[in-house]
């Protein structure tokens, strides 16, 4: 009876709402009569309050972790019309499902079969996608998650682990991403600049894994979702760091440099102040020209991730020290999701063999410009973008780069 009012308000329906209020429910109770003897109490003494308080909250968190648990299964849900024709056809739907399921009762064969594949459908465990879809391909080294509108990429880290740069702006699709990859352990995500379409998701990426440390730039601008960064960090304890130019680290058979912004960072301006300049370098116009860039070494082939840089902060790259190790890369990340403010002397001093872009489907603010898409297709790159091609895997080189679609 709710469903197609639900779908209205969500254009989505869930497939585990049923089972997940069944296995909360014997906790409403007592949450619900605790909770109003906790506001009764309160005005007579606050001591009694708060240790009612107390106890409400363990039926409480199981509720909460349960709503959690099940919305985060990748086929908790499928997407559906949110409008009233799509509830009258959700109704139509669910009551031959009823007669169906009334005939389906008198089999308990069947019914065990439909069972279990629901539960498969819901839960989706890796080695059986991988099966069927094909993804993730094995041998991937590095995969650009379809976030819509918004950057997220995972780095191969070995068995179960990756590193992630960015988060995008949804929690759920790069959290999707991570499961469909097998990634359970985080040695370091990379937040390449405060922008909500980097940052929104890191939820996402902390749910359920562990998470070695988070990096991000000095730039700490928009200072909303700085905070929210940290807040993020700090409830589950991980540890924030700065990323600067020169700096180099190793995984496994997955090493990188960062090589922007520069070392010393500048700190957070005063309210109504203009950004400080880096020492030596052009003053950052915005977050977009403070985000970490890093080359990135894996399995044979040279990536160069510029975040969100723009055309005064590409420029100053190219003068950098480390310009000479961005020639001639196997794969760029293009900046900016493919926008028309790039510089074309650092195309051209990257030279890539493959081109990259993230940006959401029909998204407002036209990425990837055309003539970008152009300027890196006369340069000899391949392009691909995630809103036509989805996700997109980076196999192993032996020579040959070989890409793979989800």
């Given at each position: ?11 989505r329906?869930?497939?585990?709402a049923?089972?997940c ?14 909770g ?6 309160a005005?007579?003494?606050?001591p009694?309050?708060?240790a ?5 909250h ?15 299964l ?29 005939r389906?009762?008198?089999?308990p ?20 996608t ?23 990429m ?5 068995e179960?682990?990756?590193v992630?740069v ?23 995500v ?59 680290r190793r ?7 960062v ?103 029909d ?35 032996d020579g ?7």
């Amino acid at each position: 009876m709710c469903a197609p009012i639900v779908a209205v308000l969500s254009a989505r329906v869930s497939l585990v709402a049923v089972p997940c209020n069944l296995i909360a429910e014997f906790a409403i109770a007592p949450a619900t009569v605790l909770g109003f003897a906790a506001l009764a109490a309160a005005p007579a003494g606050m001591p009694v309050a708060k240790a009612l308080a107390w106890c409400a909250h363990w039926p409480a968190e199981w509720i909460a972790t349960v709503a959690r648990t099940g919305a985060a299964l990748p086929g908790a849900g499928v997407d559906w019309p949110g409008s009233w024709a799509g509830a009258a056809l959700l109704a139509v739907v669910t009551s031959a499902v009823l007669l169906v399921g009334r005939r389906l009762l008198r089999h308990p064969w069947w019914c065990g079969v439909c069972g279990l594949l629901l539960a498969l459908a819901v839960v989706q465990p890796p080695p059986l996608t991988r099966v069927i879809t094909g993804w993730p391909p094995p041998g991937w080294r590095l995969v650009m998650c379809d976030v819509g509108q918004g950057d997220a990429m995972v780095l191969a880290a070995g068995e179960g682990a990756g590193v992630v740069v960015d988060a995008g702006p949804d929690p759920h699709l790069v959290d999707h991403c991570l499961r469909a990859l097998g990634i359970t352990r985080v040695p370091l995500v990379v937040l390449t600049h405060f922008h909500a379409d980097h940052v929104a998701g890191l939820p996402g990426v902390l749910r359920g894994r562990t998470v070695g440390a988070i990096e991000t730039t000095g730039f700490e601008e928009p200072a909303e979702q700085a905070a929210f960064v940290r807040r993020q960090a700090a409830a589950r304890r991980i540890p924030v760091t700065r990323a600067a130019a020169g700096e180099q680290r190793r995984t496994g058979e997955l090493s990188w440099q960062v090589v922007w912004p520069p070392p010393g960072p500048p700190p957070n301006p005063s309210p109504g102040s203009p950004p400080q300049a880096f020492p030596g370098h052009p003053e950052p116009e915005g977050p977009n020209d403070a985000s970490v860039a890093m080359l990135v070494r894996s399995a044979g082939l040279r990536l160069l991730l510029l975040g969100d840089l723009e055309p005064p902060a590409q420029r100053a790259l190219a003068r950098s020290p480390a310009a000479g190790a961005l020639r001639r890369v196997d794969v760029l990340k293009v900046a900016h999701h493919g926008s028309a403010y790039q510089d074309p002397g650092l195309i051209r001093r990257a030279a890539p063999r493959l081109a990259l872009i993230s940006c959401g489907e029909d998204n407002t603010y036209g990425h990837p410009a055309p003539g970008t898409v152009a300027a890196l297709r006369a340069g000899g790159a391949a392009v691909l973008r995630t809103d036509r091609d989805g996700a997109l895997a980076v196999l192993e080189g032996d020579g040959e780069l070989r890409v793979a679609r989800d």
